[in-house]
């Protein structure tokens, strides 16, 4: 079987893929989300590598990025098309 890469998404199909990013990370290595952070409050994780599963939400070919949803945190970020592999598509079980 071919490996499939972010070309090869068809639009309108539901799409996932292994993913790693910089973040700010707690001390288990789960991404920390804060919010409305004041002037010169500190964030209370700390830069690191996360790398997870996520739900492909947008691709931009122009930029070569896309926008997923992290399956664990439900978290957004936006990653380089580099920074993704094991695309495949979602079968959704009900």
Not at 65 to 76: A, G, K, M, T
């Amino acid at each position: 079987m071919t490996q499939q890469t972010i070309q090869d998404i068809t639009a309108g199909e539901s799409w996932a893929c292994r993913f790693r990013t910089t973040t700010f990370l707690d001390s288990d290595g789960a991404p920390v989300e804060q919010k409305n952070l004041q002037l010169g409050q500190a964030h209370p994780g700390t830069p690191g590598t996360y790398e997870s599963i996520g739900i492909i939400q947008v691709r931009d070919s122009k930029r070569e990025v896309v926008q997923l949803e992290d399956v664990e945190s439900h978290q957004q970020f936006v990653v380089d098309f580099q920074d993704c592999w094991d695309i495949d598509r979602i079968e959704w079980q009900e």
